[in-house]
């Protein structure tokens, strides 16, 4: 229960992560839409539609934090917590779409290049550099792992680079008249992001196909739980994860009689389950105790 109550109170930190950076997001989309139709830069255009899809991402982000709050119903028996890896997974697909874009406008740019006035895309490019600086500094202050905050962090960290690439380009083009240099701001970051977009849209698959996390080592659970006093097999183990800091774990665990007798059921439970909480951070896991002459009748029973 403590547990899953630090799990809520991080989750609560991070709307409020997430409500302050959608304000400064605004804002900089603002000022970035102005700035590039006043300097006539691709850059800063591709920074602000960046912003665009932030602005959205970053609702949906906070709509799906607050849906996975909603109490599980009869059917929904997990709750809504895979709303935030929807989220996540829809975040990594939109990136992956801008990425495209800035790619196919930049190689255009890059070959039939247009004025761009370095003054105002240097001054709105900073102004975005600065506010992204300070919205990427409070949401890296969440410890819950979500991958749905991750997802908005990714594409303000992709902005950051956005805004600092832009600076570049308008320096070098104030100082040195290559137009293109707003053309090649564009297209760097398009292949930055793109990794990172990827790693998200991993990340998400993942969790929605419920393969076992990454840093969960199944066979060194197993060994683990055979190696406690009376267990004899441990099979039909899985690990998944509902949400991002929620791994979970099931297992038929065959013991002796003899331990059961002398622990009893409970006794065993305890045994088990601390052991995957204390050695593995898992904190939600079902197992199926069985004794060992339940397991020769079930052996039985399959070779007939």
Known sequence: MGHDHGHATGRAEDRGRLRLVLAVTVTVLVVELVGAWVAGSLA?????GHMATDVAAIVLALGASYVATLPGGPRSTFGYHRAEILAALLNALVLLGVCGYLLYAGIGRLFSPETVDAGPMIAF?????????????????????????????????GDLIGSALTVVAGVVIWATGWQQADAVASLLIAV???PRSFLLLRDSASVLLEIAPHDLDLAEVERHLRALPGVTDVHDL???TITSGIPSLSAHVTVTDQALDEHGVGGILDQL????????????????VEPVSHREHEDLGEAH
Do not use: K, P, Y
């Open 273 to 288: 389950c601390a052991c995957t909480t204390e050695d593995f951070g898992v904190r939600h896991a079902t197992f199926q």
């Open 125 to 157: 490019a900073t102004v975005g550099l600065v506010a992204n600086g300070v919205s990427m500094t409070v949401l890296s202050r969440s410890e819950t792992g979500s991958l749905n905050l991750r997802g908005a962090a990714t594409e303000v960290l």
């Open 192 to 194: 930055m992001i793109l």
């Open 44 to 48: 800063l255009l591709a920074d602000a």
């Open 238 to 240: 899985h690990a998944w």
